[in-house]
């Protein structure tokens, strides 16, 4: 494959594009996480089969509706299932056996085969932030984000070096008609990239765009014989599937595209005001989902999803990083293991309408929670602010930054002779220090992660340079890092191919801005 | 023990006291956490069992210095060490046994015995801040500490839901002659709050002191039998116990007081450059410390305690909130529980000089580890800043909060029936919505952790009342609390008993500020 790989992008390269190679500068990515620690376990194997047997009961006696979509009803009648209008009703066990074709771990591939990612099993791949409609930086304030404000994301993931995947809708360009903004976007990933990235889900028909767009950038055999793309598909909960939602699925399935199946809760208007409740509930959509995309094409490779929010009572207002949020995605990181699928949760989740000390709490407990719970992909990983309304560019570089606590953290303690350092205790000795000790000298430059983005200088200095604030600190970065960006080298072929793509897509139908 | 203490809390007591008691505003303070859940272990027991035969070798063959203290050498020879010098080499093993009459779980009693907090197992109490010789806050910015400062701080901990210690030196009262503050600061404590609270350890003759204020404040026959102060004896890393320290751990233990052993470490500087090596003299450290207390008195309560952060190795300063401090602090609290021990590691640890998104990364990285490391005792659970340096006032009542979400996530998931919400599934069914249904309107009150500092509001809303970030949201808290404060009753004869010692105290010495 990465013969093959290597050779398409070659494939018609000519001189400009072999001086491109040259002279373009190497952007370091971290590979994705793999996980040398536990996992954080916060439910009883008696409280996870409660919870399983009512998922199934759900199933089985309420069932689920899936809207607008007579092909899917006549697969799941076909399938076993118990049809009545567009109500489902699936016998207890019937989900859960059509989920086993679906692999419990695949790659996803990048038009640079150094960056492809493994979803599944101890990995942890980390995303950026999905879906704002606004965007907010310190100098601009916040305003409806264009297509302009979508590159710079783009641009950012790519610098980024704890980031491993592009993303998706990094924010929605909305100076672009809504019919047309997945070509620009796709185009985006595709050029100003070289990270894997997500298709357009919003209609069928896009998805079907994107795999087209896909089948130019690594080729047709290629994409029917790898995933080459990871595209969100909510559910529409309570146990609700929808024909847009399900259409994007059924043309990733049978492209063998993978899909994150994720109910998107807010806990206590989607779903019940309680943790078993709610765990109940995603357990049903997902089995209910997933086993819909191994009817599609069995093999197709899936995500366990869970988007979970908690309220607060008082306004109604979704909340982020509070101990239900962690609780909820711990449980369903259980329940996805327990199925053998890879598990999807939130990353640096936050209500705060700005990147101050609420963001940072809220993103950092999620952060943990999802570390530790077993997240395989991280949607959200950076840049997400008020409750997904805003994409934020200081809190991107914030956020993308802290990921890099997460890989050093999973990479567990070593216990070799090395870091036993009982040469060096006996070097110093009581009273000594360590400083200038030789294991000190050999190990210090890997030993002790820091940030690339906090100020860790002297008050005196610091204060002195304009007693600047984590915000300061990181819109210096966020121009720095556009400053610098170069583009990854693309075989001018290609680049050519998708450009005539997108715009005889574009001049074959109006623009619609609903 | 009840029934004493609520005889001697009305001892005395005229109708003026018995006035306050009924007018007195009830301030609630939730009950230390009790883990409904399991805790995060890093480390496989095979890495235990090469750290803990490398503490033992540490111990046997380099020792450990006792500085300036004859009698604790005489005490260490009379057990079966090896003496040369000050330096004390322990045979294997031997101090892993004496630390076995140490108790597993100790009462620390508070003037209100309601406010009485159990230390070891499963619980996790939290203390404020300790030790910062500056304050900071955002009207003021920075300053050198003094006594009003540390009395609103005291009422800040009292005020504070979440929070079940009065801690100890929650700053520096600079103002105040260095030999004469700590009377002022036990006043505090015991006047200003009801909560437990921590003793002095900067002199032998201060430790003296606290106990005896303790005897005015509790009876002098329940202080012998009962644990009133835990206080905090950090070591001399590498290796080194010296003779203030152990003096006032030795007053502490022979009056049945508690002592924190607590290693105080910056990486690389006091401790070899790698977590394995750093666990290894820690626990040597401990055990040499804790071992040495039960010489002094079998069966005084202890603390395992691990102060150890991270440093930049750019410019030596130390860093919060990193990988490897949260690694550190787990494998500590396995180190600690296979001895049977109570664990202190730290809270709201951060680097940055203002309460702003690095503060609260690098803070509820720390809270996070401590919540699943197991650890009893979290000191600085709220209100540090900058490495140390600083008690904030912001941050005070913003960690404070933070707190709350450890409670909920400590009490782990119900699977009861009403938490399962079966009903509420089948009434609301596939498309509906839980806001309306019974089972919501039984549970919503008790559903949700919700922040009392954050803002949940819409944006339009939050802008038009000033665009607030967490800092300012934070300082009309400080300010609330404080304008709302009313003091804990107490037994005038025993204020007055307290006042006449401080008096007789502070005139029976000169001033020292040094």
């Known amino acids: 494959m990465t013969d093959a790989q290597t050779k398409r992008r070659t494939r018609g390269g000519g001189g400009a594009a072999r001086r491109a190679e040259r002279t373009a500068v190497s952007i370091e990515t971290a590979r994705y996480i793999e996980r040398n620690i536990p996992n954080f376990e916060i439910l009883t194997p008696e409280a996870l089969e409660i919870i399983e047997a009512n998922a199934e009961t759900v199933l089985a006696e309420i069932g689920v509706n899936f809207v607008n979509n007579p092909a899917a009803l006549e697969r799941w009648r076909e399938a076993g299932a118990d049809i009545e ?62 297509m ?120 206590g208007a989607m ?79 936050c209500a705060s309408k700005l990147p101050d000390a609420q963001a940072a709490y809220e993103t950092a407990n999620t952060l943990n929670a ?12 950076c840049g997400w602010l008020e409750g997904g309304l805003v994409s934020s560019f200081e809190k991107f570089v914030m956020d993308a930054d802290q990921l890099g606590v997460l890989h050093k953290l999973a990479e567990g303690v070593p216990v070799d002779e090395n870091a036993q350092a009982m040469g060096a205790i006996a070097e110093v ?11 000190t000298q050999e190990n210090f430059k890997a030993a002790f992660w820091r940030s690339d983005v906090f100020d860790y200088k002297p008050f005196e200095t610091w204060d002195e340079e304009g007693a600047r604030d984590t915000q300061a600190l990181a819109s210096r970065r966020v121009a720095h890092q556009l400053a610098t960006y170069q583009e990854p080298v ?20 109006p623009d619609a801005f609903m």
């Open 490 to 509: 693309l075989d001018p072929a290609i680049r050519g191919a998708l450009e005539a793509y997108v715009a005889e897509k574009k001049a074959s139908m």
């Open 148 to 267: 302009e404000d979508f590159r710079k994301f783009v641009k950012l993931g790519y610098m980024s070096k704890w980031l491993h995947h592009s993303g998706g809708t990094v924010c929605e360009p909305t100076d672009i008609p809504v019919n047309k903004r997945h070509l620009d976007m796709l185009m985006a990933h595709m050029t100003l990239s070289d990270k894997p990235f997500m298709g357009s889900v919003t209609d069928p028909s896009r998805a079907q765009d994107s795999v087209e767009m896909c089948e130019i950038l690594f080729g047709k055999e290629f994409v029917q014989q790898n995933t080459v793309m990871t595209s969100l598909i909510n559910v529409n909960s309570p146990l609700t599937f929808d024909d847009v939602m399900m259409g994007a699925l059924e043309v990733y399935a049978r492209n063998n595209q993978a899909c994150i199946v994720s109910p998107f809760i807010v806990g």
């Open 370 to 381: 999802a570390l530790l719970g077993g997240v395989n992909f991280m949607l959200h990983a």
């Open 85 to 146: 209008g567009e109500r489902v009703r699936i016998p207890r066990g019937l989900a859960r056996k059509l989920c086993e074709t679906a692999p419990s771990r695949f790659t996803q591939h990048a038009r640079n085969p150094a960056r492809n990612v493994e979803i599944g099993g101890k990995t942890l791949v980390c995303a950026p932030v999905y879906g704002p409609p606004f965007v907010r930086d310190a100098e601009g304030g916040r305003r409806y984000a264009t």
């Open 271 to 349: 779903a019940p005001v309680s943790v078993a409740g709610t765990l109940t509930q995603v357990l049903a959509e997902v089995l209910a989902g997933i086993a819909y995309s191994q009817l599609v094409r069995p093999g197709a490779p899936v995500i366990f999803g869970a988007f979970v929010t908690s309220i607060d009572m008082n306004s109604g207002a979704p909340t982020f990083g509070t101990p239900e949020a962690t609780q909820i995605l711990s449980g369903a990181g259980q329940l996805a293991r327990r199925m053998g699928l890879p598990f999807r949760s939130g990353g640096g989740l």
């Open 429 to 439: 000795g009581p009273g000594g220090h360590y400083l200038g000790c030789a294991h």
